[in-house]
């Protein structure tokens, strides 16, 4: 590019250079405005149009399959301050991921909000047939109390030899029953009886039956989540006497563990009595727990719910007595059933 020099003559100036200061065009994606200099968008915009590129790190191998594969156990030997759990199921000795089925078991246990399952029957005598078809090996007695435990009844069964093991309740009308698959070798059934369609306020009856040409029962317990960690557990039951005289007569006792005794000393003993008059058309039906006792009038059969409180001072064991007497009509009183159960 010619310029003139001052004085006359010609000035020619030369392209800039490292050495040599000179002049320098306005190339692509640069512009020029009332002597501003300015860069434009453009340039390389991907990988591809990079030059001298390192080599060393191309794109495919940062890909998830290009990678080297690491057992858990090598990884956890690189890493110092923790270990990775398992991904198989945990077991008692072992961490690792929760199985489907403990996830189900560990939903149905207290929803309700108690810790514990309420036992409603539990026995260890030893029952078995050869019968090719069901006969009965256990037989009990429950009084229902559905806003005390829920609706589904766990039925836990050790048995052996050779069979098949039904489990089943009834409130007179209703039936619920499960069955569970044959077997060949010593195990535990597990039934459910689903009895929220049952009536609670009439006394149920439950079986467990068996058969198999050596079908051996030597363990039965019936279980129930409580509805709340108020629900009372069960600490005794079974059958009572009879008595036909106007003064009290006991008609059954039974002697526990106060375990759930409330230290504020608020708790008491629940006695859940099922009643047949008889002929009679009154009585009264007494617990006695120590020095305490309460009373409930009885007028029509059927189940009978009386509260006493704990004495002052509890014994290490507590025994509780019930007493029955005639107060309308003459007759013989019977008590069918009876449970008792400690307000925690």
């Known amino acids: 590019m010619p310029l003139v ?14 050495e040599v200061l000179g002049g320098v065009k306005v190339g692509a994606n640069l512009s020029i405005a009332d002597g501003v200099l300015s860069a434009e968008a453009g340039g390389v915009s991907s990988w591809n149009d990079l030059t001298d590129k390192p080599e060393t790190f191309a794109p495919a191998a940062h890909s998830l399959d290009a990678h080297t594969a690491i057992t858990l156990a090598e990884l956890n030997a690189k890493i110092s301050d923790k270990d990775i759990a398992s991904t198989d199921a945990a077991t008692t000795s072992a961490a690792g991921l929760m199985s489907a ?16 399952m309420l036992t409603l029957f539990h026995t260890t005598e030893a029952q078995s047939t050869t019968e090719e078809t069901y006969s009965a090996l256990y037989t009990g ?22 069979g098949q093991i039904r489990a089943t309740v009834t409130d007179g009308t209703g039936t619920v029953t ?15 009886l689903d009895v929220s369609t049952l009536d609670d306020s009439v006394l149920w ?12 029962a030597s363990r039965v317990k019936v279980t129930v989540d409580p509805v709340n960690e108020f629900s009372p557990p069960l600490v005794a039951s079974g059958a009572g006497g ?4 106007a003064a009290y007569a006991e008609l059954a006792s039974s002697t526990f563990l106060p375990t759930w005794l ?20 009154g009585a009264d039906v007494r617990i006695t727990v120590g020095t305490e006792s309460a009373t409930a009038a009885v007028s029509a059969d059927g189940i009978t719910s009386v509260r006493c409180p704990f004495p002052a001072t509890a ?13 309308a009509g003459s007759g013989t009183m019977s008590l069918n059933h009876y449970q008792i159960h400690i307000e925690k």
Do not use: M, Q
Request: charged content about 20%.
């Open 242 to 245: 009879t008595t036909n005289s």
């Open 262 to 281: 409330d230290v504020d000393g608020n708790g008491g003993v629940v006695l859940l009595a099922d009643v047949d008059l008889g002929t009679a058309t």
């Open 178 to 192: 499960d069955e569970g698959t044959a077997f060949s070798a010593e195990g535990t059934d597990e039934l459910s």
């Open 5 to 18: 020099k001052r004085g006359g003559g010609s000035y020619t100036l030369p392209p800039a250079s490292a």
């Open 141 to 162: 007695k429950l009084i229902p109390r559905l806003d005390w435990h829920g609706s589904a009844l766990s039925v836990l069964v050790r048995r052996s030899g050779t």
């Open 101 to 116: 089925s403990d996830k189900t078991k560990l939903d149905g246990l207290g929803s309700g909000g108690g810790s514990v």
């Open 315 to 327: 014994a290490a064991l507590l025994t509780a007595r019930i007493d029955g007497r005639i107060t």
């Open 205 to 216: 009856t439950f079986t467990v039956e068996g058969k198999g040409s050596n079908c051996n």
